[in-house]
């Protein structure tokens, strides 16, 4: 009567011994996570020590080494999100096209007149032409610099745009080249925040774009947000200025050419720079912290040889002068030139601690950031909050997991402990599968865990009270078991599929917590749906097979 | 011998006072917009930007000590408040924490990141050997992103549902069901506002897991009361669904209970982080549970359901409905 085809039969209890053997592994989480690293360490050619093959032992090498990952809330560390600002970069892009439109419009002098830069919003460029009459030849001088960007939808488009207001012509960027141009800054961004964060050798950290222009960073066991911003905060824009004046006045009066930027530990101290900088951290190959001749902290560095050239040049005809060490609008130090420094190397001495040194070191040999950022949120999460949680959870989970099952037990008798025994496969799976498909656990996330062991009886509960109906309308126990399954299949199905529509909303919406919970939800729907419909079926199955009891009790 | 919450056979008139359950839901329903009209929810930083430490002290933690400190940095609004786990004794938490928050004092997007490092230092200082457990910290222009989400989520959620009974049932269900999880999520606002709970992510969550079990119970009765209405055709829609909520009251109780005893021991012993979640959750079990009964299917009885369904169901929409009936 409870026929179960024996290719179903072996395929549900494969599935559940995957699940097992899958689960396996978190539950000696220390271990093969040690012998996971030693693994990770001997393959990328280390030498193996006595610790490594003791850590490898532990584990054995052929059974499934996947581990579920623990989220920071769980095992402690730092998060960030940043908001990267993408609109800096087309101020510096029109920035480096002024003396392209300059150059263009001077050929054109005889016909447009003087030219004049005019000072205006960041994301513009404006130029006052002395003849209004010649504006049109005077945007199609500029139009000619602008080039093609190739994109999927705006085709023709150019990447900047040129319009006549007035006597002023206006360059702006085209649409399709600042979306370009914030794809572009991002990727560097990134790669920029990798690289500093790399360079810290921290462990598996996450660095992710979120939507258009953030990025968000998660470095497990980092001890605070604060020490992970100070590393990827700063843009870190080395440069290297001519000094033409030193002044205590902030507001003094600077010409196109030249920067007024402030010193950077003497308060009310500003040095008037020319603008163009004589060499940049772009052009940095390498950079250490060391100590300067009296034994206090600082940075040395190499120039590439095109650096290196225009920095031996300029120092062999600067001697005597001061030049400015600038980094992010702030000058560092301003040194005189004793004599011409060949070779491309150098040292930035300031008033650094030996931390500080360190970590300007790290940002310059990883460069600068294209653009500045903006913190959004930061989290902390210490170690030992994290060791509570998965404590709390731990013994939350059990004692959850024992009242349940001594509950259906109590209710259900071997048909209860059928359902326990789904219960504890059920869980086994949601392990499994998150190891399988590399998503994390959180709290949220055991939350969630917990929660399903409490509804994952719910669709072994709908049968067993059906097959108790159908006990009572004296059908044979056979028949009853059979329509129980039947009849309780709608309602399980409904039930199930509009808790799950909630599930994924979670998912596709939420963030950080409320994905995290999401995902075990999910899982766990999925999970308890087969293990009530197939697994304790089974189970029923067998037994009765087996057993082919006159009556039963439910 | 069997645990039965339920006797074998109930015939209990579930709709004898509907007009007085009804009122009672519309009642606490007023009741809990005019609490979140006049005093509002107790939104965490999430939803309201800001900052918030968990610290923890070698010795028991004197409050008006920590005031004193935060109070010489000129920090704006903080408030300090002390966390105790009554369950400590058996999980083995941290002792002595205390919760700082510290409130988002201009409009400037980015947080303060030098107002956390200055606090750290300055209690540091003061409480030599502090731990800071847990620093969190939210820039108003992410927290209106997350508020936004938030109730686009709970709103999107609830006409997945709708929709999906629809496609299921008859309206009337949906409008009876709808009806439900807007008095579930209406009544566990309401009761946050009143206890002024923290307000924040979690009990989004928490809120649509709700609306999941909650709908979860009502289509278990609905899913019954559809069998029973093709079953006996010419018996009153109000016996047959006083028949449907008697036959699965064992199965509502019995689901109720295993999942109030998961989410209880997840209250007492999951520790503070999650307590809010499970506060909500344990409110939201109770009142979808009430809600199924005494409202939806109230609200279906009041809306009458057409009768003339076919001998089989049309196959249209409902292609899993029977696959066995």
């Not at chain 2, 989400?149 to 006409?159: E, P, Q, S, W």
């Amino acid at each position: 009567m409870l026929q179960y085809p024996t290719w179903k039969k072996v395929l549900v209890l494969l599935i559940c011994l995957a699940g097992i053997v899958f689960t396996l592994p978190n539950g000696f989480y220390g271990r093969v996570e040690q012998a996971n690293d030693a693994r990770a360490a001997l393959e990328a050619g280390a030498a193996p020590t006595s610790e490594m093959t003791a850590a490898l032992e532990g584990w054995p090498g052929f059974l499934p080494a996947t581990l579920v990952n623990l989220g920071l809330d769980l095992r402690g560390g730092a998060h960030v999100l940043v908001e990267v600002q993408v609109e800096d970069v087309y101020a510096e892009r029109l920035e480096a096209l002024w003396p392209e439109v300059r150059d263009a419009l001077r050929d054109l002098r005889g016909q447009v007149g003087t030219i004049r830069r005019v000072e205006t919003t960041p994301g513009e460029l404006r130029v006052r032409i002395g003849e209004q009459a010649a504006m049109n030849a005077a945007v199609d001088a500029v139009y000619g610099l602008t080039q093609p960007v190739a994109t999927l939808t705006g085709a023709g488009a150019r990447d900047y745009e040129v319009r006549a207001d007035g006597d002023e012509l206006v360059v702006t960027l085209s649409e399709a080249e600042k979306t370009a141009t914030d794809n572009r800054t991002m990727e560097q961004s990134l790669e920029i925040i990798r690289r500093r964060v790399d360079e810290t050798g921290t462990r598996e950290p996450t660095i992710q774009r979120q939507g258009e222009d953030r990025i968000l960073v998660q470095v497990p066991g980092l001890g605070s947000a604060e020490e992970l911003l100070a590393i990827i905060g700063q843009t870190a824009k080395l440069t290297f200025h001519a000094v033409e004046q030193v002044t205590g006045e902030a507001d003094a009066q600077t010409t196109g050419g030249n920067l007024l930027f402030p010193a950077m530990d003497q308060e009310g101290v500003y040095y008037i720079l020319e603008r163009r900088p004589v060499v940049s951290g772009e052009q940095l190959v390498d950079a250490q912290p060391g100590f300067d001749q009296n034994g206090r902290p600082a940075v040395t560095f190499r120039f590439n040889p095109a650096g290196g050239r225009a920095f031996g040049n300029f120092t062999a005809e600067n001697i005597g002068q001061p030049f400015a060490i600038v980094l992010d609008e702030q000058v560092i130090s301003a040194p005189v030139i004793q004599s011409h420094i060949p070779g491309g190397s150098g040292i930035i001495t300031g008033n650094f601690s030996l931390e500080e040194s360190t970590r300007l070191a790290i940002l310059l040999r990883a460069g600068a950031l294209p653009a500045e950022i903006q913190v959004l949120e930061q989290r902390t999460i210490g170690p030992e909050l994290g060791q509570d949680s998965i404590d709390a959870g731990r013994i939350a989970s059990l004692v959850a997991f024992v009242a349940v099952m001594v509950y259906m037990a109590l209710s259900y008798g071997l048909f209860g402990l059928f359902a326990n025994l789904a219960l504890i496969l059920n869980v086994a799976l949601i392990f499994a599968l998150l190891a399988i498909i590399g998503a994390t656990l959180t709290l949220p996330g055991i939350a969630g865990i917990v929660l399903t062991i409490g509804m994952a009886v719910d669709a072994n509960v709908l049968i067993f009270e059906r097959i108790r109906e159908e006990l009572k309308n004296s059908r044979g126990p056979a028949r009853a078991i059979q329509l129980g399954y039947e009849k309780a299949f709608s309602a399980i199905v409904d039930a199930n599929i509009t808790t799950f529509i909630a599930a994924v909303i979670l998912f596709a919406i939420g963030s950080g917590p409320v994905r995290g919970f999401s995902i075990t939800l999910g899982l766990g729907i999925m999970t308890s749906l087969f293990t009530a419909l197939m697994v304790t079926r089974l189970f029923v199955s067998m037994w009765f097979d087996a057993r082919r009891p006159k009556t039963i009790e439910v | 011998m069997r645990l039965k919450l339920v006797p074998e056979q109930t015939n209990f008139d579930f709709f004898r006072h509907s007009r007085l359950t009804l009122g009672l839901s519309g009642l606490l329903i007023v009741v809990s917009l005019v609490l979140f009209a006049v005093q509002g929810l107790n939104f965490g930083i999430d939803f309201r930007g800001g900052t918030m430490i968990t610290a923890a002290t070698e010795t028991e933690p004197d409050v008006g000590d920590y005031r004193r400190t935060l109070g010489a940095l000129d920090l704006g609004d903080f408030t300090v408040s002390r966390i105790y786990d009554p369950a400590a004794e058996i999980t083995g938490s941290v002792p002595n924490q205390v919760a700082i928050r510290i409130e988002q004092t201009d409009d400037d997007p980015a947080i303060q990141a030098d107002v956390i490092v200055q606090v750290k230092a300055a209690l540091s200082e003061t409480f030599p050997g502090i731990r800071f457990l847990q620093t969190d910290s939210v820039g108003a222009k992410v927290s209106g992103e997350l508020v936004q989400k938030g109730v686009l989520a709970i709103v999107l959620a609830v006409a997945a549902v709708l929709f999906y009974i629809w496609l299921r049932f008859e309206w009337q269900f949906s409008v009876g069901a709808v009806a439900a999880l807007v008095h579930d999520v209406i009544l566990t606002i309401g009761v946050f506002s009143l206890v002024q709970l923290e307000f924040n992510l979690a009990i989004i969550a928490a809120i649509l897991t709700i609306v999941g079990y909650s709908l979860n119970d009502t289509v278990v009765v609905f899913d019954r009361v559809r069998e029973n209405l093709r079953r006996y055709k010419q018996t009153p829609l109000r016996d047959v669904l006083n028949m449907s909520i008697n036959e699965t009251l064992s199965r509502t109780m019995m689901t109720s209970v295993t999942t109030l005893l998961a989410l209880g021991a997840l209250y007492v012993l999951g520790g503070e982080v999650i307590r809010g979640f499970t506060f909500a959750m344990i409110w939201g079990v109770i009142v979808g549970t009430y809600s199924s009964v005494f409202v939806a299917s109230a609200i279906l009885l009041r809306l009458d359901v057409k009768r003339d369904w076919d001998k089989e169901e049309p196959k249209s929409g409902t292609s899993f409905a029977d696959v066995d009936a």
